[in-house]
């Protein structure tokens, strides 16, 4: 399967516009965009096909006033799941966010509302996250009786540290704004987060796809790697990619002074 339209979804959407970006839309809005187990197949299903499907780089959004809310707990009480079963369902959860991770696409989180528990798994997944004032970060699963299974002790404890991961599930601390963005928790503070996220999106897209292919996947990758093993792989990387026919053109730009200088936004 190689078309988006061929995909058969139970609670995401997927469109591609003109220049190759993607819309990923959590649609549960009256569940606050929980993720249930047929969500998650829905991730895995959208973010294995986007790279082979030619976009450049993709937005995910949500329906409703919430981002996510994280896994779907009722669905998760009525299932009644024995610790094996449960496992595998983590094991769904972290499949899904490695592609979103690891997939070379450009990932954009428009974010709102509620950012909790798995839901800022799946933020933590995509590669650059855009807040307003209203966002809320959180990890409850102590109120809950619970404990992470997508992801959070590898990237939001890489965002945010270890010992404030801990605070965060210990006591609910919840963060936004300003500080959460000073935190890591998302990257940039905007007034409407989906019109940012186009923007960054738009940006990352004019980029040669072998460099976003390499900065969306391979520093991922180093980052799991001794530093030696790093270097190494970072050298090859930068083999490949600083010789690629695309580079050629802005290379001969950059020499002849006619490219754009990187230059510090103005206030």
């Known amino acids: 399967m190689s078309r988006i339209e061929d995909l058969s979804l139970n609670h995401i959407t997927v469109t591609v516009d003109e220049d190759a970006i993607a819309t990923v839309t959590l649609d549960r809005a009256d569940k606050r965009n929980a993720l249930n187990a047929a969500s998650v197949e829905d991730l895995i299903a959208i973010f294995s096909l986007l790279p082979r499907a ?4 993709a937005v995910l959004r949500a329906e409703g006033p919430h981002f996510c809310a994280g896994l779907d707990l009722v669905e998760h009480h009525a299932e009644d799941r024995r610790p094996e079963d449960f496992m595998h369902i983590c094991l769904r959860w972290h499949e899904a966010f490695n592609k979103m991770e ?5 990932v954009i989180a428009a974010l709102k509302g509620a950012v909790v528990g798995g839901g800022l798994e799946l933020a933590s997944a995509a590669h650059v996250r855009v807040a ?31 010992a404030r991961m801990i605070d965060m599930m210990l006591t609910g601390r ?15 503070l905007a007034d409407d987060t989906e019109a940012k996220a186009y923007e960054i999106a738009r940006a990352a897209a004019s980029n040669p796809p072998l460099s976003n292919f390499a900065i969306c ?6 980052q799991n790697m001794s530093a030696l093993d790093a270097a190494y792989a970072e050298s090859v990387v930068a083999g490949i990619v600083n010789t690629q026919p695309d580079s050629r053109g802005r290379l001969a730009a950059f020499a002849d002074k006619s490219a754009a200088r990187v230059r510090p936004t103005s206030g």
């Not at 919840?174 to 928790?185: M, R």
């Open 54 to 57: 030619g976009v450049r780089a």
């Open 102 to 106: 690891y997939g070379g696409v450009p």
């Open 132 to 162: 307003d004032a209203g966002t809320y970060f959180a990890l409850p699963e102590g109120q809950r009786g619970l404990f992470t299974g997508g992801g959070a002790t590898i990237r939001v404890a890489d965002l945010v540290g270890k």
């Open 174 to 188: 919840v963060y936004q704004g300003q500080e959460a963005v000073d935190l890591g928790l998302a990257q940039y």
């Open 217 to 222: 996947s391979a520093i991922s990758h180093m």
